[in-house]
């Protein structure tokens, strides 16, 4: 799926039931619901979990729990803007 798809199932009141969590993440926190999302990946214990994880510590402002997760999920997801992060994230988690 592209960044372009995923953006526009935004406008549906819920994510659908087939997205797998970590995506299901990363649409709660496009809608401006961190809380939502960091709950749904919070306990997951698989890298992309883990690499969205970090992404929504980045994002709350708490970078040594972000450097944390990053070192866990054992990539270097991290962009230069949380924007690209969240694209670059979307994109590796759809293909």
């Known amino acids: ?5 995923f953006r526009a199932l935004l406008g549906l009141e819920a994510p659908p039931a087939n997205l797998p969590v970590t995506l299901a993440a990363l649409w709660w926190d496009a809608k401006g619901e961190w ?24 994002k709350e402002g708490v970078a040594w729990n972000a450097d944390y997760w990053y070192k866990r999920a054992g990539k270097r997801f991290h962009r230069p803007t949380l924007e690209a992060e969240w694209e670059a994230l ?4 759809s293909g």
């Not at 799926?1 to 798809?5: A, N, P, S």
């Not at 214990?45 to 510590?57: F, K, S, W």
């Open 90 to 93: 979307v994109e590796g988690l």
């Open 35 to 58: 809380n939502r999302a960091h709950s749904l990946v919070d306990e997951l214990e698989t890298r992309e979990g883990m690499a969205v994880h970090a992404y929504l510590h980045r």
């Open 1 to 5: 799926m592209q960044v372009d798809e």
